[in-house]
């Protein structure tokens, strides 16, 4: 049997800020493919390249050189409109800022990407309940930012992500604004959505309890990939359902 082709497949990817004399090289040749189904911390010193990748993945910016394949699509080489329409349908976003708008009900910041597909309102408030419902938060549906803890915004912010079914979630230092009951609730929260609805999860964390719950840690230094290992905290976890 062959191994299923990889969902993400980076080659060899670079990327510099500015040109000639303050040209910067953050991204330095970087390769890792990604199968479906994965849950990837990415840690690294601060500067090291993780959000630039993040952001490529996210299609919110291009490399400079190299590849990036998705389902087997060469990535980098789409149109802006195509890299949008992928961003659209197959990728979810979760940042550390939360980046939910004030004033504005927990039910609508989940629709609002809907809005964006042009859904009708009625599908739009029925998936943007059961995402809700899949991040325990279907009470606090008319509560504004405002009126909801650190932890309970970011879980809006993932439900939001994940509203359109994307088969990739990225986040970005998700924990990064909270405390560490919230921020373990924010974990259990990504396993399960891995786990159980099957996404893919890459996200990037400062913090090992943290990068503990992902399957495999990817280490950059340098905009480099220094190291790429299957995380032994979780394979030493008993199998589901195992006596
Ligand atoms: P990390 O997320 O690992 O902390 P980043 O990917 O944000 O690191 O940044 C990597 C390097 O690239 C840093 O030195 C940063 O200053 C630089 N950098 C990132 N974005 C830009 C930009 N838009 N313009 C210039 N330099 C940038
Ligand atoms: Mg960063």
């Not at 493919?33 to 994965?38: E, F, I, L, N, T």
Request: glycine share 8%; net charge neutral; aromatic share 6%.
């Amino acid at each position: 049997m062959t191994a299923a082709a990889p969902l993400i497949e980076l080659k060899n990817i670079t990327k510099t800020f500015g040109q000639g004399q303050a040209a910067f090289q953050a991204l330095r040749g970087i390769s890792f493919s990604v199968q479906a189904g994965d849950f990837v911390a990415v840690m690294g010193p601060s500067g090291s390249g993780k959000s630039t990748v993040m952001n490529m993945l996210g299609c919110l910016d291009t490399p400079t050189t190299g590849e990036y394949w998705f389902r087997g699509q060469r990535v980098d080489q789409l149109t802006r409109n195509q890299r949008a329409l992928l961003r659209r349908h197959e990728l979810g976003f979760v940042f550390q800022g939360f980046n939910l708008l004030a004033r504005t009900s927990a039910l609508e910041n989940v629709e609002l990407p809907l809005l964006y597909r042009g859904e009708p309102a009625a599908q739009r408030h029925e998936a943007a309940m059961v995402a809700l419902d899949a991040v325990g938060l279907t009470r606090w549906a008319d509560h504004t930012p405002a009126e909801l803890s650190g932890g309970q915004q970011q879980r809006v912010a993932i439900a939001r992500a994940i509203v359109t079914r994307p088969s990739v979630l990225l986040a970005d230092e998700p924990t990064g604004n909270l405390d560490t009951h919230n921020s373990r609730e924010i974990m259990e929260l990504l396993a399960r959505l891995n786990r159980e609805q099957g996404i893919t999860v890459l996200m990037v964390t400062h913090e090992p309890d943290m990068a503990a719950y992902a399957k495999r840690v990817i280490r950059f230094v340098d905009g480099q990939v220094a190291s790429d290992a299957p995380n032994h905290a979780t394979e030493a976890a008993p199998a589901e359902g195992a006596a």
